[in-house]
């Protein structure tokens, strides 16, 4: 069974398989990309022999909408860590944030975050970030596909990306704030597609367990 979910602002992606595996009881249960805690939209779960079909789900193209804070940089680039330097927000315009964001569009070089799931050496990225052990990280070829404004004001950005495969929006956020001559780190992010699977057909967990449920009780 594949089921497209709408994550929750505050649980793992691994939190999400957990809670499936309770509700249906099923052995083997995954995930086609990792969310952010802090992230919510469309996180595609397989169970049982569906798992091996979340492969091809994780190599489609994704979209997302993000808010950028400008002027305050966190250790994770995104609102849930810990404040590591501020700088002033230079005056912007539409325009100069349009040209920001067009910047980008094609192929994108990115290096893996810190507090990333990403592993070098076997370990986690994050579990080296942990112990404030910085590790070398190679940059990664990427696509942006499209990338629009959707709006702005004197700290705030917020946009709507259409990317590949192992983008995070939490990097892309940090360098496009670079580019328009600041810091920042992400405020918010949804997911709202996974190759097919779009955030207006996807479902609560709450919803998925009470028709899990009923489709149970009908059976029996």
Known sequence: MIINLNKPIGWTSFDVCKKVKRITREKKVGHGGTLDPFASGVLVIGTGKDTKKLKYVSDEKKSYDATLFLGVSTDTLDVEGKIIQKKRVPKLSEKI???????????????????????????????YARKNIKVKRDPVVLKIFSISLISFDMKNISFSVDCSKGTYVRVLGKDIAE??????????????RVGDYTLNQSQSIKNFEKTWKSTIQKKN
Do not use: C, W
Not at 97 to 122: C, E
Not at 179 to 192: A, E, F, V
């Open 179 to 192: 580019k328009l001559g600041t810091i920042g780190h992400l405020n918010s992010l949804t997911r709202t």
């Open 97 to 127: 944030i349009k040209d920001a964001l067009n910047f980008f569009l094609g192929d994108y070089r990115q290096t893996p975050p810190m507090y990333s799931a990403k592993k070098v050496a076997g370990k986690k990225l994050y579990e």
